[in-house]
């Protein structure tokens, strides 16, 4: 265990998403998301749970800042709803309720001297934009760039840190290949290469929206946020073993890093892999788009600083896989795993391993030349209705910022800021209310959602007071 604090300037905060706890799912004018259509069919939802209250925040704003304010937190991470603000999905349907919405939150927040951290999109797409081709359809690169313009005019002179996409890999692979999330795309070989090639023509373009538009008024830092899992080679004196995991972490994460933190485009290991594959499938051409030499000079260098979440690790080791069907999946020839003797969770897959923080964010700093680094999501849900005394989750907590500490301190990786995942307890996309991640018990079955600080929001305000783990006194 290592005792230190961060730097000064160093942000902590919590972090939190439009569809997961606003409710209001079609108050005051707001047009539906694909992810309100998606709950309201039965079956589709554990417990047929849906979004249509959650925390109901958008009810809530005093409140929540009032709870904010109590933990004392840097920064508040939270998302836009595209279609509460243009409810058609496009620039001519403003609705005025919605913008009025972000607005007390905003200025509410800086009245607090907490910082907004603001995500353009987190997964709620206008029902009427998924109507007309969704993130299949290059259309979206001029129908989100309008809307971010639209955000950055109205909100920027208070918002100082923009994310353009929350985990655009699961966008691309859990939306579109495996299609378990909206939109129920099933088409695992190529759409998510399809769509991803879309996603980050989007992101620049934006990107590049602010830096000509805004960047000179208003100072403010942008970048995109994927999600990571660190992979541990199964032996790691096997050099087939430490390329396997080096070349799942290029899938999930360079896939979308590599193009805008390196060279404008996909790593060499996607391309080589993918195009192979694509040969020996008698396709012909690659199911990975290409960039043109313009594309790559417009996407490179679009991201001020590094943002990603992350919850667990993977053990991984080189695997042969099947040719058909075509995937994604096995374009990576992995095989991922989780050790069993690591601490379960509510969520299958994502158990406790705090070591593999600290080596993420080495690998980070060493692929990507140590940029400014900050963690955006980072937490565990527990199973159980009331869980106020949530040791598991101080635990967690409480190793993952140290392993965070010793990269800061021991290794020298620039990390700039930490963010808990999640302020509340919210609706967790298929898996419902059923998952606990919040500081804060929130009571789903009360119509008023009153929120209770557990035992880890208080432990967490402590790490935040004391900005890191300084050695107790008696130690000193």
């Known amino acids: 265990y290592f005792y230190g604090t961060f730097p000064e300037d160093f942000t902590w905060g919590v972090s939190s998403s439009a569809y997961q706890i606003e409710g209001g799912w079609d108050a005051d004018g707001k047009g539906p998301s694909i992810w309100d259509n998606f709950t309201h069919v039965p079956g589709n939802i554990k417990n047929n749970d849906t979004g249509d209250i959650a925390c109901d925040s958008y009810h809530k704003v005093e409140e929540d800042i009032y709870l904010l304010r109590a933990l004392g937190v840097k920064n508040y991470r939270f998302s836009l709803s595209w279609s509460r603000i243009f409810p058609s999905g496009r620039n001519n349907s403003i609705n005025s309720h919605g913008v009025d919405y972000y607005n007390r939150l905003i200025d509410g927040l800086v009245a607090n001297n907490i910082t907004p951290v603001v995500t ?38 208070r918002v100082k840190f ?31 290469y399809r769509v991803a090639h879309i996603l980050l023509k989007a992101h620049a373009r934006v990107y590049h929206t602010y830096d000509d538009k805004y960047r000179g008024s208003q100072r403010g830092v942008i970048a995109l946020c994927p999600n990571i899992e660190w992979a541990e080679p199964k032996t790691p004196s096997d050099p087939r073993d430490i390329e396997a995991a080096d070349r799942y972490l290029q899938f999930l994460v360079g896939w979308f890093t590599h193009p805008i933190f390196k060279n404008g485009d996909y790593p060499e290991v996607m391309k080589w892999k993918v195009g192979n594959r694509s040969e020996l499938q008698n396709l012909p051409s690659s199911r990975l788009p290409v960039f043109t030499a313009e594309e790559r000079e417009y996407i490179r260098g679009t991201a ?56 993420l964010l080495n690998w980070i700093k060493e692929e990507y030349g140590n940029p400014p680094i900050y963690i955006i999501e980072n937490g565990v849900g527990i199973k159980t209705n009331s869980d106020v005394d949530d040791n598991t989750r101080i635990f967690y907590y409480k190793t993952y910022i140290d392993e965070a500490l010793k990269a800061y301190k021991l290794d020298g990786v620039n990390l700039r800021g930490y963010n808990a995942w999640s302020f509340m307890d919210n609706f967790e996309w298929l898996n419902g209310y059923d998952p606990r991640f919040g500081l804060h018990q929130v009571d789903f079955d009360n119509p008023n959602r009153p929120r209770t600080p557990k035992r880890s929001a208080v432990y967490y305000a402590e790490i935040i007071r004391n900005n890191g783990i300084p050695l107790p006194k008696e130690d000193e």
Not at 125 to 132: E, N, R, V
Not at 166 to 183: D, H, K, L, R, T
Not at 317 to 328: C, Q, V, W
């Open 120 to 157: 353009l999109y987190h997964w709620d797409l206008p029902q009427a934009l998924q109507d007309i081709g969704g993130w299949e359809s290059s259309e979206l690169i001029d129908l989100f760039d309008s809307f971010a313009d639209f955000c950055f005019q109205t909100f920027g002179d």
């Open 162 to 192: 923009w994310i353009t996409f929350n985990e655009p890999q699961v966008i691309a692979w859990v939306g579109y290949g495996v299609g378990s999330f909206p939109p129920n795309v099933n088409d695992p070989g190529t759409a998510p």
């Open 304 to 359: 001020d600083v590094f943002c990603f979440n992350t919850y667990s690790s993977k053990i991984v080791t080189h695997a042969t896989t099947r040719l058909r069907p075509f995937s994604y999946e096995y374009d990576q020839e992995v095989s991922a795993k989780v050790d069993s003797s690591w601490p379960s969770s509510a969520i299958a897959d994502q158990r406790a391993v705090a070591w593999g923080l600290r080596r």
